[in-house]
């Protein structure tokens, strides 16, 4: 990595000041955006809000109800 002159204010970038080289600005990029993330989470759920609740759903064949997953006879 090159030396960021500071004579010209103007060419100074932030992308120029970053390691972007070195594994080790990576490791700790990575670890920021999970403890970010983890902090983050329920700030996130609660904007999101509820998806919905569920219900029970009952299983009929043929217009009856199933009892305990118990088939019931054939007709005829």
């Known amino acids: ?14 992308a120029a000041a970053l ?6 600005f990576w490791i700790v990029t990575a670890a920021l955006l999970a403890a970010a993330g ?9 904007l999101r809000g509820k998806r919905g609740t ?3 759903a009952t ?10 997953g118990k088939v019931p006879p054939k007709n005829g």
Request: hydrophobic share 35%; glycine share 14%; no cysteine.
């Open 59 to 68: 299983l009929t064949v043929g217009g009856k109800a199933m009892d305990g």
């Open 38 to 46: 983890y902090l983050l989470r329920p700030a996130i759920r609660k």
């Open 19 to 24: 390691p972007t080289g070195d594994w080790q």
């Open 54 to 56: 569920s219900t029970k």
């Open 1 to 14: 990595m090159g030396y960021i002159s500071v004579d010209n204010p103007g060419s100074l970038y932030l």
